[in-house]
């Protein structure tokens, strides 16, 4: 193994070890947050505990030769490009989470007294956990030049994100109605809203 497949094996690791850590860290913080309402329940947690198992997929790319059948040949500095965008996916995560602090949930469910937060990534994003996600995901692909990680995880999560988003935003329609809209106006899904005319 060459001096830079060794550097982008250890920083896939140090890409998913900081995902664990946020994600362990704000979903300790939510446990025992009461829910006021959910919906298609069976079927997210399907989802998330699917793109929950993938997660370790990139430490058997990492530490152990078992997937280098799948290793696509790209280019150094294509590849720590793709460590730079995990790392800013992983900043996106983990300031959603922060903005979110008690309402967020791994599931598609409120907690009682849910507020519509319309700061932070927020403020131009309606779902910046998502792309957040994306962000990392294509990361880690091009990081580790894997082709088995690429399809599996970004194919899972593009799946788990097509299933679960309208009916995210048919629960935000239901509880804050035309606050929701209008904020739904304001905002893109994954990107900002381009606004083609000046504000006055």
């Not at 965008?85 to 008690?102: C, D, E, K, P």
């Amino acid at each position: 193994m060459d001096t830079n497949e060794l550097w982008f094996r250890c920083t896939t690791v140090a890409v998913q070890v900081g995902f664990g850590v946020v994600r362990g860290h704000f979903s300790q913080r939510v446990a025992r947050e009461p829910v006021a309402t959910g919906r298609a329940q069976a079927r997210d947690r399907m989802y998330y505990r699917l793109t929950a198992a993938l997660y370790f997929l990139p430490f058997a790319y990492a530490l152990t030769p078992w997937l280098d059948f799948a290793h696509v040949p790209l280019p150094v500095g294509l590849r720590w490009t793709g460590a730079l965008l995990a790392f800013a996916g992983l900043a996106m995560v983990w300031w959603t989470h922060r903005s979110l602090g008690r309402h967020w949930s791994g599931i598609l469910e409120l907690r009682e007294n849910h507020r519509l937060i319309s700061s932070g990534p927020y403020r131009h994003i309606r779902h910046p956990m998502y792309t957040g996600f994306f962000m990392m995901l294509t990361g880690v692909a091009l990081l580790s030049a894997n082709l088995l990680i690429a399809l599996l995880q970004i194919g899972a999560f593009t799946a788990t994100y097509l299933a679960r988003v309208a009916d995210e935003e048919a629960m935000m329609l239901d509880r804050f109605g035309d606050e929701y809209r209008g904020y739904m106006r304001r905002t893109g899904r994954l990107l900002p809203r381009l606004r083609w005319r000046a504000e006055k």
